[in-house]
């Protein structure tokens, strides 16, 4: 009996001590440090558990942030025009069919289409001023904010500026909460970030994610290092804050990729030092003035880096100079590959936009460049950006502004649109974008008077009455477009 007694006792130990080493094995008992002991040779248990990180606190900064965040409403109206007959396609112009098509555009009864829309924004100053995004009010008749406490406040615009999508409004209240402003500069990627806004109208919604990348370029995006991040950021998020783990907004959330129209997991957001530079020229002077040089600039890649003997891709290639432009009075030709300015780097053609517009107009600026296998040191004095890409709505629409941003053309330019002058239309909006100009269009004339600068066509404007007719050439065509101002 005895002997049957110890037979199942030593079973009974075998057994448990198969388990005890497979709950080790498995990490079932990595928290007891006897367990770890025995189950690991010394030194061994230490290495087997991980260390702890801990989560980030979200919930204290949305009770700190969150009521300087607001959302924002806007109304107004879309005067109608011109519209083409049901499912009419849309058309290259130089499509051998546009001009059979062309035809069966109508003129639609002269009237007003009322439109609404939502956005956010946040509060940077305690007596009213608040930052949003320029396509959240741009052309708004009427612009409402929100506060979390329910309080609602009549915005007025005090500028727009369309290049960097930043716009500053200002509401009539005092001692106010305002957020805390941080240094995109000094983010990291794989940083922890956070969102709030109002997502289709869903006021306060938070979401989280991490800092994607940094100094994204973005198509017609020329002036603007975006913040790349993987934030959930969805129709009525923009204009809202990016906040870092402390607390600080690094970014206003602006564009997102997608296929849908919804989130796909691609958003981006406007440092935030780039927009407290716009809001402070727009709050000081009705406008932003932008550094300009007046050269076409394009990216290198491996084949052409060697090609000017480059060790690899890095700098701003310059394609073309405009005559009489600043980098043509300094000196700078076609060829020439921009590698510093004012002594930072560009590691690519996209740094450099952002450089130039952040110069004074009138200031000097150097820059180095490689031309034949040489580098050179070059002064040049910085032009001015024409005006009509910043637009400064603090008058009213019809004082000869036709919200259109355009340059000079180039000597190639000209030879293969086969005409003696003209300005390139490089953005619309405003009166110009309700009738029909787009990007890409050339501007010959205003009210008969042909046009070679941006200075001429800002003074004509000036001067026009309510209408005004554009000479317009698309497509190898012309035609006039009439604008009306008020």
Known sequence: ????????SLKRTAIATALMGSLAAYGYLAHSPQASAQAFPSGAAEAAVPAKTALPDFATIVAQQGPAVVNISVSGTLKTGMARVPGMPQMDPNDPFYEFFRHFQMPLPQGRVPTHGEGSGFIVSSDGIVLTNAHVVDDADQVTVKLTDKRE?????????????????????????????????????GEWVLAIGSPFGFENSVTAGIVSAKSRSLPDENYVPFLQTDVAINPGNSGGPLFNLNGQVIGINSQIYSRSG??????????????????????DHGKVSRGRLGVMIQELNQPLAESFGLPKPEGALVSSVEKSSPAAKAGIEAGDVILKFNGKPIARSADLPPLVAGVAPGSSANVELLRNGKTQALTINVGEVPAGLAKNQT???????????????????????????????????????????QRGDVVLALNGEKLSSPEQLQKLSQKAGKHVALLVQRGGQTLFVPLTLG
Do not use: C, H, W
């Not at 009996?1 to 199942?8: A, D, G, N, R």
């Not at 981006?268 to 809001?279: L, R, S, T």
């Not at 259109?404 to 000597?411: E, G, H, I, K, P």
């Open 153 to 189: 406040f009549k915005a007025k615009v005090v500028g727009v500026d369309k290049p960097t999508d930043v716009a500053v409004l200002k509401i009539e209240a005092k001692n106010l909460p305002v957020v805390k402003i941080g240094d995109p500069q000094s983010t990291r990627v």
């Open 395 to 437: 008058g009213s629409q019809n004082k000869g502004k036709l919200g259109l941003a355009v340059r000079s053309l180039t000597d190639e330019e000209r030879r293969q649109l086969g005409v003696v002058d003209g300005l390139l239309v490089e953005d619309a909006s405003g009166p110009a974008e309700r009738a029909g100009i």
């Open 262 to 283: 919804g989130y796909q997991g691609l958003s981006f957001a406007i440092p935030i030092d780039v927009a407290m530079k716009v809001e402070r020229q727009l709050l």
């Open 1 to 8: 009996m005895k002997s049957q007694e110890l037979v199942i």
